[in-house]
């Protein structure tokens, strides 16, 4: 296995800056791997939507996301392009996803 320490401060680093980190990179270079450090794969807040079980769990975001505290990962989140719409200023509405992070309580995190 690759020695990602580096790699894991960084996140943490930017999860202290921003309540959603986007890992971001090539096919196969490890960002699941890295996302999996942070909340392991068995774990409510981890959603793989390459899963259909974790897709049927945000069939209803809301109800999905917002009792969940602590860090939340979302694994091949471009499957659900509606979770993060455009703002409102730009045509969109404000997701669930969108308005957990931004409420005033800081109770989850998203990678």
């Given at each position: 296995?690759?020695n990602?320490?580096?790699?894991?401060?960084?996140?943490?680093?930017a999860?202290k800056?921003?309540?959603?980190?986007?890992?971001?990179?090539?096919?196969?270079?490890?960002?699941?791997?890295?996302?999996?450090?942070?909340?392991?794969a068995?774990?409510?807040?981890?959603?793989?939507l390459?899963?259909p079980?974790?897709?049927?769990?945000?069939?209803?975001?809301?109800?999905?996301?917002?009792?969940?505290?602590r860090?939340?990962?979302?694994?091949?989140v471009q499957?659900?392009p509606?979770?993060?719409?455009?703002?409102?200023?730009?045509?969109?509405?404000?997701?669930?996803?969108r308005?957990?992070?931004?409420?005033?309580?800081?109770?989850?995190?998203f990678?």
């Amino acid at each position: 296995m690759i020695n990602r320490k580096s790699d894991l401060e960084l996140v943490r680093a930017a999860l202290k800056r921003s309540r959603v980190v986007a890992l971001l990179g090539p096919r196969q270079s490890g960002k699941t791997t890295l996302a999996r450090q942070f909340v392991p794969a068995d774990s409510l807040n981890y959603f793989d939507l390459e899963d259909p079980q974790s897709l049927a769990r945000l069939s209803e975001p809301d109800t999905a996301l917002r009792p969940l505290k602590r860090l939340v990962v979302i694994d091949e989140v471009q499957r659900r392009p509606d979770l993060f719409p455009l703002p409102a200023r730009a045509g969109g509405s404000k997701a669930v996803a969108r308005a957990v992070p931004d409420s005033r309580q800081r109770l989850a995190g998203f990678v």
